[in-house]
């Protein structure tokens, strides 16, 4: 484009802005703008020269800023652009602290997630003994079982070993092969020799994982006290779960980096934290004595009929528990087939209404009082009302008798010890109630103690005290009876039972126990149950050559269900040394709860051996009710 100029006054060329008002050319008035070399002067040629000589270019512009629409203030471009550069570098770094500061830990750990595989290493459970350190519980070695499904290259061929090495469902294990992620568990607590024979086939994707799992030497021989654990070992019922810090131990743990498809990595990250064994426990059981009392009350309740059965022996003068069952029991090693009920002990998870057994400790509250003793005679009718019913006695006799307290233990007379109640009196019946610790916790070291049901003084009726007399209108579970009845049998002096003996070869202290009653009562109830066991109802709990002290008692639970039998006992009476109690629910009469505790008397003082109790046949249970309960 060639532009004109207007010509100045002195001939020369006029510089200046192209008009702007539509003329044609441009006013020259202002300052002359050359691209280089001097000014031209008014020579024709000089300005047709072309490109050898310097040219002239119109290079005024107009006096505005590119960021002038932005700021509404011209300023320089160089200004603008290293403005946006100082945004752009300031919005960088607060973006940058937030993934290195506030975002930091977050992102880390979800980085670790995909990078590191942490495995949990297994402390070893603490082993169970019993009192002659023979293992009860232990841990051994194992492996769970698992797949990365990313890495598994023939699935059938992958499925058939899983399931034969595992055992597992083919369609669950076929289906937990296919599925996503990484690391997915098939069978958890596989046995070494197993998890060894599967790991020898070298199946690309099949995961290993050390673990720990529980052993019984015995079998189920004291299931029910030692409890379970689960996959993670931590005790669920039992000891397992009353002593599980104590035989837990610390978990350590195992980190190794692993690539996208989850192999490891070579060389790669790597930390070990190792497992902290737990503490090993000592019981207060004696295999031997356990066995008896197991065998002794399956044969029992299986020949009765019964719905179940209880048996503890205890050593009264210490409160340590050699034997504690229920049956039927139940296998901790298929707990997929355990009745949840079979897994209780229910000597102490379970309530009854005591019967008969209660009234030693009635009689024993009467002896500390003064208001009777042991040779105390009373008139006692055929039938006495309490409250709104007529109670009698198991003999049916329709006339009066006389008899002292003796008699009345002996034949259990419910009619005689309604009077010896009264003689006691509410007040001191309630407060005696509570010294026998009946409704409250025995203080077993046993998880689920039930308290039953006891009533308050202030909640008497007129029947409770009548009721109470003879054993009804409360219900208490075998531990706490067990507990009372030890009082006596310890010269007044209850001890708490409980299982722990030793751990880290110290003894706990389990305290010198709480007195009941004074000596002297206590030995007047003593001699009185010493007659039950040689000449009463509970004759069928006597051996010979020893001196058993026993009280028999049944508790009617309906007429379809039969009796509630009850014996509970200690020998020798006189320095005892061992204390059984037996509870057999629906179990028609005390006469087969009593023999369960003579065939544990006759293995514990050597009349026969295991076998004997099993083979020999003598285990008659009966059907019928003997004179009294």
């Known amino acids: 484009m060639t532009n004109d100029y207007r010509r100045g006054s002195d001939g020369g060329r006029g510089s200046g802005r192209p008009s702007s008002r539509g003329r044609s050319g441009y006013q020259g008035t202002g300052r002359q703008s050359y691209n280089a070399g001097q000014s031209r002067g008014n020579d024709p040629a000089s300005r047709l020269r072309g490109s050898g000589g310097p040219q002239v270019h119109n290079t005024r512009s107009r006096k505005s800023s590119s960021t002038e629409w932005l700021t509404g203030t011209p300023l320089p471009r160089r200004k603008a652009v290293m403005g946006l550069i100082g945004l752009g570098l300031g919005l960088g770094v607060f973006r940058l602290a937030g993934y290195q500061i506030v975002e930091a830990d977050k992102l880390r750990e979800r980085a670790d997630a995909r990078r590191l595989l942490a495995q949990t290493l297994y402390a070893k459970r603490g082993?169970?003994?019993?009192?002659?350190?023979?293992?009860?519980?232990?841990?051994?070695?194992?492996?769970?079982?698992?797949?990365?499904?990313?890495?598994?290259?023939?699935?059938?061929?992958?499925?058939?070993?899983?399931?034969?090495?595992?055992?597992?469902?083919?369609?669950?294990?076929?289906?937990?092969?296919?599925?996503?992620?990484?690391?997915?568990?098939?069978?958890?607590?596989?046995?070494?020799?197993?998890?060894?024979?599967?790991?020898?086939?070298?199946?690309?994707?099949?995961?290993?994982?050390?673990?720990?799992?529980?052993?019984?030497?015995?079998?189920?021989?004291?299931?029910?006290?030692?409890?379970?654990?689960?996959?993670?070992?931590?005790?669920?019922?039992?000891?397992?779960?009353?002593y599980n810090k104590l035989l837990t131990g610390t978990n350590g743990s195992l980190v190794r980096e692993r690539a996208r498809d989850g192999s490891y990595i070579a060389g790669g990250a790597y930390k070990k934290v190792a497992a902290v064994d737990g503490v090993d426990l000592v019981t207060t059981l004696d295999v031997n004595i356990q066995r008896a009392a197991e065998d002794a009350l399956a044969e029992a309740v299986e020949k009765t009929k019964a719905k179940n059965g209880s048996a503890l022996v205890t050593d009264p003068t210490t409160g340590e528990i050699l034997a504690a069952c229920s049956y039927p029991t139940y296998d901790q090693t298929n707990l997929e087939n355990a009745k949840t009920e079979d897994m209780n002990l229910r000597l102490v998870t379970d309530a009854y209404e005591p019967g008969s057994v209660f009234k030693t400790l009635v009689a024993g509250a009467g002896f500390d009082l003064g208001v009777v003793r042991s040779s105390t005679s009373f008139e006692v009718p055929a039938s006495i009302k309490v409250g709104d019913d007529t109670v009698t006695d198991a003999d049916k006799r329709d006339y009066a008798m006389t008899m002292d307290v003796r008699e009345m233990m002996r034949r259990s007379s419910n009619v005689g010890f309604v009077l010896v109640g009264r003689k006691i009196g509410a007040d001191d019946f309630a407060a005696y109630v509570d010294k026998w610790g009946i409704g409250h916790s025995s203080g077993v070291d046993f998880p689920g103690e039930?308290?039953?049901?006891?009533?308050?003084?202030?909640?008497?009726?007129?029947?409770?005290?009548?009721?109470?007399?003879?054993?009804?209108?409360?219900?208490?579970?075998?531990?706490?009876?067990?507990?009372?009845?030890?009082?006596i049998a310890n010269g007044g002096v209850m001890m708490t039972p409980h299982f722990y003996k030793s751990s880290k070869g110290d003894e706990r202290d389990w305290g010198e126990g709480e007195r009941a009653i004074s000596e002297d009562a206590a030995s007047q109830v003593t001699s009185c149950m010493q007659t039950v066991v040689s000449e009463g109802t509970g004759v069928g709990g006597a051996v010979d050559g020893y001196d058993v002290a026993g009280k028999t008692g049944t508790a009617q639970e309906s007429q379809k269900r039969g009796n509630h039998a009850f014996f509970i006992s200690f020998a020798p009476y006189e320095n005892p040394e061992i204390s059984v109690t037996v509870s057999i629910p629906n179990g028609y009469s005390s006469s087969n709860a009593a023999m369960v505790a003579k065939h544990v008397y006759r293995y514990f003082y050597g009349y026969a051996s295991l076998d004997d109790i099993l083979n020999s046949g003598a285990l008659d249970a009966s059907n019928e009710r003997i004179n009294g309960d």
């Not at 909640?459 to 409360?474: C, E, I, K, N, V």
Request: aromatic content about 6%; proline content about 3%.
């Open 450 to 487: 039930s308290l039953g049901i006891v009533k308050e003084r202030d909640q008497y009726d007129g029947a409770t005290l009548g009721s109470m007399s003879f054993g009804q209108a409360l219900s208490v579970s075998p531990i706490e009876i067990a507990r009372a009845v030890g009082g």
């Open 127 to 242: 082993t169970i003994y019993d009192r002659n350190g023979n293992v009860l519980a232990s841990s051994v070695e194992c492996r769970n079982i698992a797949v990365n499904p990313q890495l598994v290259e023939d699935v059938d061929k992958t499925v058939s070993a899983l399931v034969k090495a595992t055992g597992i469902d083919k369609k669950t294990c076929r289906k937990l092969v296919e599925s996503d992620g990484t690391w997915v568990y098939i069978k958890r607590q596989v046995d070494e020799d197993d998890a060894a024979a599967l790991e020898k086939k070298n199946l690309p994707g099949v995961l290993f994982e050390q673990a720990m799992k529980r052993v019984y030497p015995y079998g189920n021989l004291a299931s029910q006290v030692l409890g379970v654990v689960n996959v993670d070992n931590d005790g669920l019922t039992g000891l397992e779960k009353q």
